[in-house]
């Protein structure tokens, strides 16, 4: 029997409620498997609307569907509300990408941590505050008995970053979800948290859906890439042949990233029309 | 339950360090004196530059100027401005706010009986509107646009635009002269009015340690109709203000990452955008209970009740100037004293501003 692939999903698509115009998203089919998988593109192609649908999270105006939606056993597109919420951070998490907005500035570190199980596991008290100190451990956060005390608004861009991480992987989820996880961070600290969340991808076989612009830190962490353009997927490879991509689009999107060599100079335009032509 | 809940603030939960509390009741103090300082200053300069002429208003058009002079020696008015605003200052450390004009007793003594029954009116007027108001706007946001929306907000709109004296007389006219339902007017009925001692002003409070069933029971209904009133009048601001900064709140990123760790609707409102709008709420039920305590004059003179409100408007058709004086104090004082408390907690509350 072939491997299942974690996460099957087949002609997803993004419509606007009223239904009048084309989709946003889509429709495309793609699969999940272990290791990660990276989302790129431009601003607007409709990276976090997919990811926002995996996770039946779309703003009230959008509407999801998708022929089937299969997790591990599961079919997701028929859940209900209470179903969905079950799934979600349980088994399905996510890492957003700012800590300064994403984390509740009147709870506590300790309290956003623990809520996440809080709302999916019945435990005493002091066996959620051993899985919480030990998930924060996980995550590389130091002194975790004082930081559990500590507001949002007191932690530095990176262990704020980490504190999502730990939210995010505190019930042991299968798949984890990371919309552009590092874009608020520096350089230095977007290699540590990547690295971070690959080790404990890895080490707990844990699914990873990466989504981010930033091609060469996705060509280094993701097994397999899907490429999106105005809300289709337009190419999808192994992570370490993005630089050999024949694909138009993704070959332009590769030339354009910006790196020590081309400081100072104008990067490459990339011309929308040539890829539509070659696109139909 | 509580073991657990106690155990599980002790070890998430950061209390504000005593320091920390202690500078803000400090700097909190501070500003209350500094507003207090500025009120008196605007009190006196309203006495000292009013076109009223309380000497002549005590001896009258026809008196020598003889006579008119010592009156205006014994009411102080031929000292310097800044002298008198000592002496004003002086008279009020030891609770002297003048003698009425208009009855020719102390204002303080006047105030003492008539600010409690304001003040008991509105509290628990905003105690009501504030729980029902908060409890719609919640119900309200948990579903936007749905008909229990539709229904509060025009429930809310009705509360705040349709003028209350003529609320009060319907009511009156239904509850209590066609159902008896509800009290009539004045604060008691007649056969307890005058037989019971007022010494706090609170008519609950008193009728309670009357020692009469009867009077208490009365005291309520009579109650009744005039805090539904002041309560319906104050709710559809709370319940508005309060809906439109829990949806904004709504939007806020950490509801997503709120919803992405599984929670529900209601638990998301009630655990982190409840207590992220604590500033606005707070602010707009202090506004709620200073529109009380001043704007309670309709609902006294309609329900036939003494208070500040029905007070300071007599006072000022007789040009009563120590008694307005006097009112205009309290009212003040009271201002100052419910927007520092509100100042005081929302920083509290705040995290960030500890």
Redesign the interface.
């Given at each position: 029997m072939a491997e299942h692939p974690l996460l099957h999903v087949q002609q997803l698509e993004v419509r606007r409620r009223d239904n009048r115009e084309a989709p946003l998203v889509g429709p495309f089919s793609f699969d999940i498997g272990s290791g990660a998988t990276g989302l790129v593109g431009e601003s607007g192609s409709g990276k976090s609307l997919t990811a926002r649908a995996l996770l039946n999270l779309l703003p009230p105006n959008l509407q999801a569907h998708s022929r089937q939606m299969r997790f591990g056993d599961r079919e997701l597109s028929t859940l209900n509300n209470r179903e969905w919420q079950a799934v979600r951070g349980a088994e399905i998490a996510l890492v957003m990408q700012d800590p300064r907005h994403a984390l509740n500035p009147r709870l506590t570190v300790g309290e956003q941590i623990d809520e996440a199980l809080r709302l999916h596991v019945r435990m005493r008290t002091t066996q959620r505050l051993d899985r919480v100190l030990q998930v924060m451990d996980e995550v590389g956060l130091p002194q975790s008995r004082q930081l559990l005390k500590h507001y949002p608004h007191q932690l530095s861009g990176g262990m704020g970053q980490r504190v999502m991480l730990a939210i995010a992987l505190v019930n042991r989820p299968r798949l984890l979800i990371a919309d552009e996880p590092t874009s608020a961070l520096d350089t230095g600290l977007r290699n540590q948290v990547l690295d971070l969340m690959m080790q404990l991808a890895d080490t707990h076989g844990m699914g990873l859906l990466l989504i981010s612009h930033n091609l060469p830190l996705v060509a280094r962490y993701c097994k397999q890439v899907l490429v999106m353009y105005r809300g289709q997927c337009v190419d999808r490879c192994a992570g370490n042949a993005l630089d050999q991509a024949t694909s138009p689009y993704t070959q332009a999107l590769w030339n354009c990233r910006p790196s020590g060599h081309t400081f100072g100079h104008p990067l490459p335009v990339f011309d929308p029309e040539s890829i539509e032509a070659n696109a139909s | 339950m509580t073991m657990?809940t106690q155990?599980?603030s002790t070890?998430?939960?950061?209390h504000a360090a005593p320091a920390t509390l202690l500078r803000i009741a400090a700097t909190s103090v501070l500003s209350l004196a500094l507003t207090l300082a500025g009120l008196l200053a605007v009190t006196f300069a309203m006495s000292a530059l009013s076109p009223i002429d309380p000497a002549l208003q005590q001896v009258g058009d026809h008196a020598s100027a003889a006579t008119y002079a010592q009156a205006r020696h014994a009411l102080d008015l031929d000292a310097p401005l800044p002298e008198r605003f000592v002496h004003y200052l002086d008279r009020l450390c030891h609770g002297d706010l003048g003698v009425s004009t208009a009855t020719g007793q102390p204002v303080l003594g006047e105030l003492r009986e008539v600010f409690p029954a304001t003040f008991e009116l509105s509290t628990i007027a905003l105690l009501l509107s504030a729980m029902a108001g908060v409890g719609l706007a919640l119900l309200s946001a948990r579903w936007p646009g749905s008909w229990i929306d539709s229904v509060i907000r025009i429930i809310s709109l009705l509360g705040s635009s349709v003028p209350i004296f003529w609320l009060g007389l319907v009511a009156l006219a239904l509850f209590y002269a066609h159902w008896h339902w509800a009290g009539g007017p004045g604060r008691l009925d007649d056969a307890y009015e005058y037989t019971i001692d007022m010494p706090s002003g609170l008519v609950l409070v008193d009728s309670w340690h009357s020692g009469m069933p009867g009077a208490f029971a009365s005291a309520v209904k009579h109650m009744l109709l005039p805090v539904l009133l002041l309560a319906s009048y104050v709710l559809g601001s709370i319940a508005r203000l309060t809906r439109t900064a829990l949806l904004g709140e709504l939007h806020?990123?950490?509801v997503?990452?709120?919803?992405?760790?599984?929670?529900?609707s209601s638990?998301i409102l009630l655990?982190?955008v409840l207590?992220?709008c604590a500033g606005p709420m707070l602010t707009v039920i202090a506004l709620a209970y200073t529109n009380l305590l001043q704007g309670a004059v309709l609902t006294e003179t309609v329900f036939a009740r003494p208070g500040l409100g029905r007070y300071l408007t007599n006072a000022l058709f007789y040009g009563d100037v120590p008694a307005i004086l006097g009112a205009t104090l309290v009212l003040g004082i009271a201002f100052i004293l419910i927007n520092g408390t509100t100042d005081m907690l929302v920083r509290l509350?705040?995290?960030?501003q500890r």
């Open positions: - | 657990a155990r599980l070890l998430f939960f950061r806020q990123e950490y997503t990452l709120a919803r992405a760790k599984g929670a529900g638990w655990h982190h207590p992220n509350l705040d995290p960030r």
